[in-house]
């Protein structure tokens, strides 16, 4: 009796905009507006907590479609709340807005020309992630909703969020920063969903998987301090390049030879590496920067442990002294992604329901993280993730350029496909099913 009842409420959902409209077809009244704002915000990327053209735009869209529209969450952040004509569950939906210090090399006729200033120098701005995207099909998502308000049951928050790709130096925001500044206060969801469009899929294909779906991250910052003198006396000195070039080559044991990878992976990247000013002189210091990636708490644990041992231990055989800096609180790191197992199945019927069983995959753990999970844990609500291919059809996507590449590339044929998942398994959501 309940799926009869909960079949007989989504149909009536989607009678409310037409001759019972599928996902597929809401998904596709909507497209020419939701391709029209793809292309603007790619035009006109903005960096993260610096995204106030986008907020602007998508508050201004929200207020237009009846929504009770907060902005300036944690910075830029904006969020609408449509309230349904019938009782129901209370859902939230997040789509991230920022952009990334690329220069865009796709030949497109909205590429991104933007530049701006990412810890100190002038970069170029381009959406190499795909947030454009993400935040036009929210909003097309919500023009949906906005649609058939008076037989949607419960509630819908749709959050746009600002600084995904991490917050300035010195500054706070990200979804840890909207769940400070209280955006579950007054809204309290049964669920959060989100979604990311990724090359590593071809257009019409949507992967997921339940529990990890995407490491915890850690940042970690080191500075090796030695001695400065003379390049032609180094004996006179302390050589801290030295020094922090055998911390990084010592640390890839971490993985390689101390952790039991039978049980999940991890990764341990050195993406930064700065010291000295000129040739000839052994400087004072040099400056490590990296992240550790993990799905088990435990690992995370032996990692950080071990290479802080390790990063004091190789400094102390020099001569020189370390100062490692981890997180100091679980806002300053990126929690597991975590696909709640019983709502990833629900999920899944949904997607398959929408797009055919045949383009519904079981995504493989990816070591790339996400803040996303800072948001399911403020509302203590479970939470779903997938992803939403963007290759074209018939290209191999395992070659294609990757997300953060200046020459990532989103066929458009995602933007149907990624709105048409969101809203079926949404509608099934708050219907019940």
């Given at each position: 009796m309940r799926r009869i009842l909960s079949a007989f409420i989504l149909s009536s959902l989607c009678a409310a905009v037409g001759a019972a409209e599928s996902s597929n077809e809401l998904a596709q009244n909507v497209l020419p507006e939701v391709t029209k704002w793809r292309r603007d915000f790619h035009q006109h990327p903005e960096l993260s907590n610096r995204e106030t053209r986008t907020s602007k735009i998508v508050a201004d869209e929200l207020k237009?479609?009846?929504y009770n529209v907060r902005s300036g969450i944690?910075?830029?952040?904006?969020t609408g709340v449509l309230k349904g004509g019938k009782p129901g569950r209370k859902l939230a939906i997040r789509a991230d807005m920022d952009a990334l210090p690329v220069t865009e090399q796709v030949d497109l006729p909205f590429a991104s020309k933007a530049t701006g200033e990412y810890l100190?120098?002038?970069v170029g701005v381009m959406h190499a992630c795909g947030h454009d995207a993400h935040t036009a099909m929210l909003l097309g998502i919500a023009e949906a909703f906005a649609k058939m308000?008076?037989?949607?049951?419960g509630e819908v928050m749709l959050v746009f969020?600002?600084?995904?790709?991490?917050?300035?130096?010195?500054?706070?925001?990200?979804?840890p920063g909207m769940v400070r500044d209280g955006v579950f206060k007054d809204f309290k969801p049964d669920a959060v969903f989100g979604m990311h469009v990724v090359s590593a899929y071809n257009v019409g294909v949507v992967a997921l998987r339940p529990a990890g779906a995407m490491a915890s991250s850690d940042t970690f910052r080191m500075t090796v301090h030695g001695k400065q003198s003379?390049?032609?006396?180094p004996w006179k000195g302390i050589d801290p390049i030295v020094t922090a070039a055998e911390i990084v080559t010592s640390a890839q044991t971490i993985v390689s030879r101390q952790l039991d990878i039978n049980k999940a992976p991890a990764v341990v990247t050195f993406g930064t590496f700065n010291g000295g000013s000129r040739f000839n002189i052994v400087p004072d210091s040099a400056d490590l920067a990296g992240t550790i990636r993990t799905f088990d708490e435990g690992m995370r644990k032996q990692v950080i442990a071990s290479l802080t041992n390790i990063a004091e231990h190789v400094a102390a055989a020099n001569g020189a002294t370390v100062d490692v800096k981890m997180p100091q609180s679980d806002e300053e790191r990126n929690p597991v992604n975590y696909n709640d197992p019983a709502l990833t199945a629900r999920v899944r019927a949904s997607l398959e329901k929408a797009l055919g069983k045949e383009h519904?995959?079981?995504?493989?753990?990816?070591?790339a993280s996400e803040d996303f999970p800072h948001l399911a844990i403020g509302a203590k609500a479970p939470s779903v993730y997938f992803f939403v291919g963007t290759t074209p059809a018939g290209q191999d996507a395992a070659a294609a350029p990757a997300n953060h590449s200046p020459k990532f590339f989103v066929d458009e044929g995602a933007l149907p496909v990624g709105m048409s998942a969101m809203l079926q398994a949404s509608l099934d959501f708050l219907a019940g099913t």
């Amino acid at each position: 009796m309940r799926r009869i009842l909960s079949a007989f409420i989504l149909s009536s959902l989607c009678a409310a905009v037409g001759a019972a409209e599928s996902s597929n077809e809401l998904a596709q009244n909507v497209l020419p507006e939701v391709t029209k704002w793809r292309r603007d915000f790619h035009q006109h990327p903005e960096l993260s907590n610096r995204e106030t053209r986008t907020s602007k735009i998508v508050a201004d869209e929200l207020k237009k479609l009846g929504y009770n529209v907060r902005s300036g969450i944690a910075h830029t952040g904006v969020t609408g709340v449509l309230k349904g004509g019938k009782p129901g569950r209370k859902l939230a939906i997040r789509a991230d807005m920022d952009a990334l210090p690329v220069t865009e090399q796709v030949d497109l006729p909205f590429a991104s020309k933007a530049t701006g200033e990412y810890l100190g120098k002038s970069v170029g701005v381009m959406h190499a992630c795909g947030h454009d995207a993400h935040t036009a099909m929210l909003l097309g998502i919500a023009e949906a909703f906005a649609k058939m308000k008076n037989d949607l049951p419960g509630e819908v928050m749709l959050v746009f969020q600002p600084a995904e790709e991490g917050v300035p130096p010195g500054e706070t925001g990200g979804a840890p920063g909207m769940v400070r500044d209280g955006v579950f206060k007054d809204f309290k969801p049964d669920a959060v969903f989100g979604m990311h469009v990724v090359s590593a899929y071809n257009v019409g294909v949507v992967a997921l998987r339940p529990a990890g779906a995407m490491a915890s991250s850690d940042t970690f910052r080191m500075t090796v301090h030695g001695k400065q003198s003379h390049g032609a006396v180094p004996w006179k000195g302390i050589d801290p390049i030295v020094t922090a070039a055998e911390i990084v080559t010592s640390a890839q044991t971490i993985v390689s030879r101390q952790l039991d990878i039978n049980k999940a992976p991890a990764v341990v990247t050195f993406g930064t590496f700065n010291g000295g000013s000129r040739f000839n002189i052994v400087p004072d210091s040099a400056d490590l920067a990296g992240t550790i990636r993990t799905f088990d708490e435990g690992m995370r644990k032996q990692v950080i442990a071990s290479l802080t041992n390790i990063a004091e231990h190789v400094a102390a055989a020099n001569g020189a002294t370390v100062d490692v800096k981890m997180p100091q609180s679980d806002e300053e790191r990126n929690p597991v992604n975590y696909n709640d197992p019983a709502l990833t199945a629900r999920v899944r019927a949904s997607l398959e329901k929408a797009l055919g069983k045949e383009h519904v995959i079981e995504a493989e753990r990816w070591t790339a993280s996400e803040d996303f999970p800072h948001l399911a844990i403020g509302a203590k609500a479970p939470s779903v993730y997938f992803f939403v291919g963007t290759t074209p059809a018939g290209q191999d996507a395992a070659a294609a350029p990757a997300n953060h590449s200046p020459k990532f590339f989103v066929d458009e044929g995602a933007l149907p496909v990624g709105m048409s998942a969101m809203l079926q398994a949404s509608l099934d959501f708050l219907a019940g099913t």
